[in-house]
């Protein structure tokens, strides 16, 4: 009796030590950051045999929705987070994700754009896509971004871009847009480096983020 309440002791603690032991190696993760390549130096171009192979099938969740009809004169309402604008153009109106005030007027805004892109490819091939993202009310650029994907003949891919945009509204609507740049355009990019979590890193790299 006694020697089965010290194993089931031992065994508490063992899964006590086991607990701490996770919860100081995550901590340690956080605090840890490595140099993750946002961008390579001079990405790869899409061919332009296949642009007309590759579709944007959805847009933060909103898959090919209906666009207004052309000479409809009543504006689309949006009481969404983002809602299809022109399926065609790969556009999206957004809100913000998260708005906090910033420096005197202004406010950061959050905007976190994800993406699925289908294809008809009969071959497997690279291509970066350019997610900018503009101010709604007057067309201003306000950021931008590329990603690089590995289109793989007709798998979906999906990819996704987070961006931090000051702005002097509280609640702005953005219009994002989704891009295949040419290599000709892509020619002059320098690669772009952050420091990122190792955690963050780790989960990157086996595809989980």
């Not at 604008?85 to 913000?96: G, P, Q, Y």
Request: proline share 7%; aromatic share 8%.
């Amino acid at each position: 009796m006694e020697k089965r309440r010290r194993l089931s002791s031992a065994r508490r603690f063992a899964k006590l030590e086991a607990f701490l032991a996770i919860v100081i190696l995550l901590v340690l993760l956080s605090k840890i950051t490595v140099s993750y390549e946002l961008t390579p130096a001079h990405p790869p171009a899409l061919p332009s045999y296949a642009l007309g192979h590759v579709t944007v099938t959805s847009m933060n969740g909103e898959s090919q929705m209906q666009t207004p009809s052309e000479g409809d004169p009543s504006p689309p309402s949006y009481p969404l987070a983002s809602s299809q604008v022109n399926s065609t153009a790969n556009e999206v109106l957004m809100t913000s994700m998260a708005t906090q005030a910033g420096c005197d007027t202004d406010f950061e805004s959050t905007v976190q754009i994800s993406f699925t892109i289908s294809n008809t490819l009969s071959n497997d091939e690279g291509g970066t896509v350019n997610i900018t993202v503009f101010d709604n009310g007057n067309g201003e650029l306000l950021a931008s971004q590329l990603v690089v994907l590995d289109f793989r003949s007709w798998v979906p891919v999906s990819g996704n871009a987070t961006f931090n945009i000051v702005v002097p509204e509280s609640n702005p609507v953005f219009l994002v847009r989704l891009t295949f740049p040419t290599a000709e355009e892509l020619s002059p990019v320098r690669a772009t480096t952050v420091q990122v979590p190792l955690f963050e890193y780790l989960l990157t790299k086996a595809g989980l983020l």
